[in-house]
């Protein structure tokens, strides 16, 4: 079992920055990919950016290429969402989520396999 706990969001200003952070409890953590989603209110969910079990591949999604970078420390357990340049429609309950999957990067919600509960994101204009 996975349990995975995510903090670092808030309120900033547009044009503002933010690191989210994703801490997990399992020992399994290193060979998990890892994604990070978003979601705002009255809108499915949507796939921000993912990334390997080793962190040699990444992938996002082009609204936030050149914005957001993932990265992973896998000795804290713990993935990251640094936003840089947020806007106003990047305000959302951001997610991240465990794939066992871990050599793919993996834009679809359905085959991730644990989920956080979520931080929220809120871009003040």
């Known amino acids: 079992q996975v349990q995975l706990v995510e903090s670092g969001g808030g309120l900033v200003q547009a044009g503002g920055s933010l690191r989210l952070s994703c801490a997990s409890s399992?020992?399994?953590?290193?060979?998990?990919?890892m994604g990070w989603f978003r979601q705002a209110p009255g809108q499915e969910r949507e796939f921000v950016s993912a990334i390997t079990w080793n962190g040699e591949n990444t992938y996002s999604a082009d609204f936030v290429k050149g914005r957001f970078t993932i990265s992973r420390d896998n000795a804290k357990r713990t993935v990251y969402l640094q936003m840089n340049s947020l806007k106003p429609e990047d305000t959302a309950v951001y997610y991240c989520?465990?794939?066992?999957?871990?050599?793919?990067?993996?834009?679809?919600?359905?085959?991730?396999?644990?989920w956080g509960q979520g931080t929220q994101v809120t871009v003040s204009s």
């Open positions: 989520a465990a794939d066992r999957a871990g050599a793919v990067t993996e834009t679809r919600a359905q085959n991730y396999d644990y």
């Open positions: 399992g020992r399994t953590f290193r060979y998990y990919a």
